[in-house]
Protein backbone atom coordinates (compact mmCIF):
# COMPACT_ATOMS: atom_id res chain seq x y z
CA UNK A 1 0.00 0.00 0.00
CA UNK A 2 1.14 3.34 -0.90
CA UNK A 3 2.11 5.39 2.01
CA UNK A 4 0.58 9.32 1.10
CA UNK A 5 -1.60 11.84 2.48
CA UNK A 6 -3.93 13.07 -0.32
CA UNK A 7 -3.71 16.90 -0.81
CA UNK A 8 -6.63 18.70 0.98
CA UNK A 9 -9.62 20.12 -1.25
CA UNK A 10 -10.68 23.77 -0.34
CA UNK A 11 -10.10 27.57 -0.91
CA UNK A 12 -6.78 28.44 -1.95
CA UNK A 13 -7.32 32.23 -0.31
CA UNK A 14 -5.45 34.92 -2.02
CA UNK A 15 -1.54 35.26 -2.71
CA UNK A 16 1.36 33.32 -0.81
CA UNK A 17 -0.14 33.27 2.44
CA UNK A 18 -2.89 31.01 4.20
CA UNK A 19 -3.25 32.80 6.85
CA UNK A 20 -2.41 36.74 8.10
CA UNK A 21 -2.73 38.72 11.64
CA UNK A 22 -3.26 42.98 11.46
CA UNK A 23 -2.27 44.21 14.47
CA UNK A 24 -3.17 41.20 16.58
CA UNK A 25 -3.14 42.20 20.37
CA UNK A 26 -4.27 40.87 23.63
CA UNK A 27 -4.69 42.17 26.74
CA UNK A 28 -5.37 40.66 29.99
CA UNK A 29 -6.45 43.21 32.64
CA UNK A 30 -4.65 45.65 31.46
CA UNK A 31 -1.50 43.69 30.96
CA UNK A 32 -0.72 43.05 27.34
CA UNK A 33 0.09 39.82 26.53
CA UNK A 34 0.84 40.15 22.58
CA UNK A 35 0.96 43.67 21.24
CA UNK A 36 0.38 44.52 17.28
CA UNK A 37 1.73 41.53 16.00
CA UNK A 38 1.55 40.90 11.98
CA UNK A 39 2.11 37.04 11.22
CA UNK A 40 2.33 35.83 7.39
CA UNK A 41 2.54 32.55 7.44
CA UNK A 42 3.08 31.18 3.35
CA UNK A 43 1.18 28.32 2.24
CA UNK A 44 2.54 24.75 2.03
CA UNK A 45 5.49 25.59 4.32
CA UNK A 46 6.46 24.73 8.37
CA UNK A 47 6.67 28.31 10.23
CA UNK A 48 7.82 28.07 13.64
CA UNK A 49 6.97 30.64 16.66
CA UNK A 50 9.81 30.78 19.42
CA UNK A 51 10.21 32.99 22.26
CA UNK A 52 10.99 32.34 25.95
CA UNK A 53 8.92 31.99 28.02
CA UNK A 54 6.31 34.44 29.08
CA UNK A 55 6.89 35.79 25.33
CA UNK A 56 3.64 35.82 24.42
CA UNK A 57 4.04 32.89 21.57
CA UNK A 58 1.36 30.21 23.20
CA UNK A 59 -1.11 33.26 23.40
CA UNK A 60 -0.80 34.13 19.66
CA UNK A 61 -0.92 30.21 19.28
CA UNK A 62 -4.80 30.39 21.45
CA UNK A 63 -5.67 33.75 19.18
CA UNK A 64 -4.75 31.97 15.95
CA UNK A 65 -6.83 28.74 17.30
CA UNK A 66 -9.61 30.76 18.09
CA UNK A 67 -9.59 30.03 22.12
CA UNK A 68 -9.07 33.35 22.71
CA UNK A 69 -10.33 36.35 21.47
CA UNK A 70 -8.28 39.31 20.40
CA UNK A 71 -8.28 42.93 21.96
CA UNK A 72 -7.78 44.36 18.66
CA UNK A 73 -6.75 43.80 15.69
CA UNK A 74 -7.66 40.65 13.38
CA UNK A 75 -7.00 37.12 11.89
CA UNK A 76 -7.45 36.21 8.34
CA UNK A 77 -7.50 32.90 6.97
CA UNK A 78 -7.69 31.85 2.96
CA UNK A 79 -8.21 35.70 2.45
CA UNK A 80 -11.29 35.41 4.74
CA UNK A 81 -11.55 37.45 8.12
CA UNK A 82 -12.29 34.70 10.69
CA UNK A 83 -11.33 37.07 13.62
CA UNK A 84 -14.97 36.50 15.26
CA UNK A 85 -15.40 32.84 14.17
CA UNK A 86 -15.99 30.20 16.72
CA UNK A 87 -13.14 27.92 17.05
CA UNK A 88 -15.48 24.54 16.56
CA UNK A 89 -16.21 26.36 13.17
CA UNK A 90 -12.47 26.79 11.63
CA UNK A 91 -12.00 22.58 11.26
CA UNK A 92 -14.70 23.01 8.56
CA UNK A 93 -12.58 25.93 6.99
CA UNK A 94 -9.54 23.27 7.06
CA UNK A 95 -7.44 24.53 10.09
CA UNK A 96 -6.98 22.05 12.77
CA UNK A 97 -4.96 22.34 15.90
CA UNK A 98 -3.42 19.61 18.39
CA UNK A 99 -2.39 19.87 21.66
CA UNK A 100 0.70 19.69 23.94
CA UNK A 101 -1.31 16.81 25.70
CA UNK A 102 -1.81 14.10 23.93
CA UNK A 103 -5.67 13.68 23.41
CA UNK A 104 -5.56 10.36 21.86
CA UNK A 105 -8.80 7.72 23.27
CA UNK A 106 -6.95 5.10 25.33
CA UNK A 107 -9.77 2.42 25.64
CA UNK A 108 -9.92 2.94 21.99
CA UNK A 109 -8.08 0.78 19.52
CA UNK A 110 -5.54 2.88 17.14
CA UNK A 111 -8.03 1.96 14.22
CA UNK A 112 -10.83 3.35 16.21
CA UNK A 113 -9.46 6.57 16.91
CA UNK A 114 -8.06 6.89 13.76
CA UNK A 115 -12.11 6.14 12.53
CA UNK A 116 -13.94 8.08 14.84
CA UNK A 117 -12.02 10.99 13.46
CA UNK A 118 -12.81 10.04 10.05
CA UNK A 119 -16.82 9.74 11.34
CA UNK A 120 -16.70 13.60 12.08
CA UNK A 121 -16.44 15.05 8.82
CA UNK A 122 -19.21 12.45 7.36
CA UNK A 123 -21.76 14.05 10.18
CA UNK A 124 -22.09 10.24 11.99
CA UNK A 125 -19.67 10.37 14.66
CA UNK A 126 -22.54 9.94 17.16
CA UNK A 127 -24.75 7.20 15.45
CA UNK A 128 -23.68 4.43 17.91
CA UNK A 129 -27.51 2.82 17.03
CA UNK A 130 -26.06 1.71 14.07
CA UNK A 131 -24.17 -1.82 12.99
CA UNK A 132 -20.72 -1.89 13.42
CA UNK A 133 -20.53 -3.35 9.66
CA UNK A 134 -21.80 0.24 8.58
CA UNK A 135 -18.41 1.61 9.21
CA UNK A 136 -16.78 -1.30 7.22
CA UNK A 137 -16.20 1.99 4.79
CA UNK A 138 -14.27 3.72 6.05
CA UNK A 139 -11.63 1.58 7.45
CA UNK A 140 -9.60 0.89 4.06
CA UNK A 141 -9.01 4.82 4.59
CA UNK A 142 -8.54 4.43 8.07
CA UNK A 143 -5.84 1.84 7.24
CA UNK A 144 -4.33 4.36 5.20
CA UNK A 145 -3.43 6.99 7.30
CA UNK A 146 -2.23 4.49 9.88
CA UNK A 147 0.26 3.21 7.50
CA UNK A 148 1.42 6.26 6.52
CA UNK A 149 2.19 7.57 10.33
CA UNK A 150 3.64 4.18 11.02
CA UNK A 151 1.24 2.27 13.31
CA UNK A 152 0.37 -0.40 11.56
CA UNK A 153 1.57 -2.79 13.75
CA UNK A 154 -0.59 -1.48 16.01
CA UNK A 155 -3.63 -0.99 14.34
CA UNK A 156 -5.94 -3.18 16.92
CA UNK A 157 -3.73 -1.74 20.21
CA UNK A 158 -5.82 0.25 22.61
CA UNK A 159 -4.32 3.97 22.37
CA UNK A 160 -3.71 3.79 26.32
CA UNK A 161 -1.03 1.20 25.44
CA UNK A 162 1.12 3.20 22.98
CA UNK A 163 4.06 4.75 23.71
CA UNK A 164 4.07 8.73 24.43
CA UNK A 165 5.41 9.14 21.14
CA UNK A 166 3.37 6.31 18.88
CA UNK A 167 0.20 8.49 20.74
CA UNK A 168 1.50 11.34 19.01
CA UNK A 169 1.79 9.63 15.89
CA UNK A 170 -1.73 8.71 16.10
CA UNK A 171 -2.58 12.32 16.69
CA UNK A 172 -1.50 13.08 13.56
CA UNK A 173 -3.29 10.36 11.98
CA UNK A 174 -6.59 11.25 13.38
CA UNK A 175 -5.71 15.11 12.92
CA UNK A 176 -4.93 14.53 9.05
CA UNK A 177 -8.31 12.64 8.95
CA UNK A 178 -10.29 15.65 9.08
CA UNK A 179 -8.55 16.87 5.81
CA UNK A 180 -7.00 19.95 7.29
CA UNK A 181 -5.33 22.91 4.64
CA UNK A 182 -3.58 23.96 7.59
CA UNK A 183 -2.19 22.27 10.98
CA UNK A 184 -1.35 24.43 14.14
CA UNK A 185 1.06 22.11 16.54
CA UNK A 186 1.61 23.41 20.27
CA UNK A 187 4.59 22.25 20.96
CA UNK A 188 4.52 18.70 19.37
CA UNK A 189 8.18 17.22 20.59
CA UNK A 190 7.49 18.47 24.52
CA UNK A 191 8.08 15.23 26.40
CA UNK A 192 9.49 13.28 23.31
CA UNK A 193 12.89 11.34 23.31
CA UNK A 194 15.59 11.68 20.44
CA UNK A 195 13.80 8.26 18.61
CA UNK A 196 10.60 9.57 18.83
CA UNK A 197 11.91 13.05 17.91
CA UNK A 198 13.08 11.83 14.80
CA UNK A 199 9.63 9.96 14.16
CA UNK A 200 7.35 12.74 14.66
CA UNK A 201 10.09 15.41 12.63
CA UNK A 202 9.68 13.18 9.87
CA UNK A 203 5.92 13.39 10.34
CA UNK A 204 5.46 16.87 10.20
CA UNK A 205 7.97 17.21 6.95
CA UNK A 206 5.80 14.77 5.19
CA UNK A 207 2.65 16.51 6.32
CA UNK A 208 4.05 19.87 4.50
CA UNK A 209 4.99 18.74 1.22
CA UNK A 210 1.09 19.26 0.90
CA UNK A 211 -0.32 21.69 3.77
CA UNK A 212 1.01 24.09 5.86
CA UNK A 213 2.03 23.54 9.55
CA UNK A 214 2.56 26.76 12.30
CA UNK A 215 4.05 25.43 15.33
CA UNK A 216 4.90 26.44 18.49
CA UNK A 217 8.06 25.25 19.97
CA UNK A 218 11.46 25.70 22.34
CA UNK A 219 13.45 23.35 20.94
CA UNK A 220 15.67 25.30 19.16
CA UNK A 221 17.53 22.50 17.09
CA UNK A 222 14.23 20.88 15.62
CA UNK A 223 13.25 24.18 14.65
CA UNK A 224 16.29 24.34 12.91
CA UNK A 225 16.17 21.07 10.90
CA UNK A 226 12.38 21.67 10.40
CA UNK A 227 10.95 25.10 9.82
CA UNK A 228 11.25 27.70 6.94
CA UNK A 229 10.68 30.26 8.88
CA UNK A 230 11.03 30.99 11.93
CA UNK A 231 9.43 34.29 13.85
CA UNK A 232 10.83 34.93 17.10
CA UNK A 233 8.67 36.67 19.91
CA UNK A 234 9.55 38.21 23.21
CA UNK A 235 7.50 40.21 25.61
CA UNK A 236 4.40 39.58 23.16
CA UNK A 237 5.80 41.54 20.50
CA UNK A 238 7.92 39.95 17.35
CA UNK A 239 11.62 40.51 17.88
CA UNK A 240 12.89 38.77 14.34
CA UNK A 241 11.64 37.11 11.39
CA UNK A 242 13.21 34.58 9.28
CA UNK A 243 15.25 31.44 8.31
CA UNK A 244 17.35 30.29 10.87
CA UNK A 245 20.51 31.26 9.42
CA UNK A 246 19.73 34.88 9.49
CA UNK A 247 17.92 34.80 13.63
CA UNK A 248 20.19 32.43 14.74
CA UNK A 249 22.61 35.53 13.93
CA UNK A 250 20.70 37.92 15.14
CA UNK A 251 22.14 39.84 17.84
CA UNK A 252 18.86 40.79 19.71
CA UNK A 253 17.64 37.39 19.21
CA UNK A 254 20.98 35.08 21.14
CA UNK A 255 20.68 37.80 24.05
CA UNK A 256 16.48 37.31 24.17
CA UNK A 257 16.24 33.61 23.17
CA UNK A 258 18.98 31.71 22.05
CA UNK A 259 21.37 31.82 24.91
CA UNK A 260 18.76 31.07 27.23
CA UNK A 261 17.77 27.77 25.28
CA UNK A 262 21.31 26.33 26.27
CA UNK A 263 21.91 27.74 29.62
Known sequence: MQQ?????????????????????????????????VNLKVKRHTIHALI????????????????????????????????????????????????????????????????????????????????????????????????????????RDVNAGELSYGRKRALEFATTLALEPEMLLLDEPMAGLGHEDIHRISSLIKRVAANRTVLMVEHNLSVVADLSDTITVLTRGSVLAEGDYAAVSTNPSVREAYIGGVHA
Request: charged residues 20%.
Open 4 to 36: HAPRPSGPTGDGDNIIETRGLTKEFLGFVAVRD
Open 51 to 154: GPNGAGKTTVFNLLTKFLRPTSGSIHFNGVDVTRTAPADMAGQGMVRSFQISSVFSHLTVLENVRVALQRPLGISFHFWKPRRTLHPLHERADELIEWVGLTPY
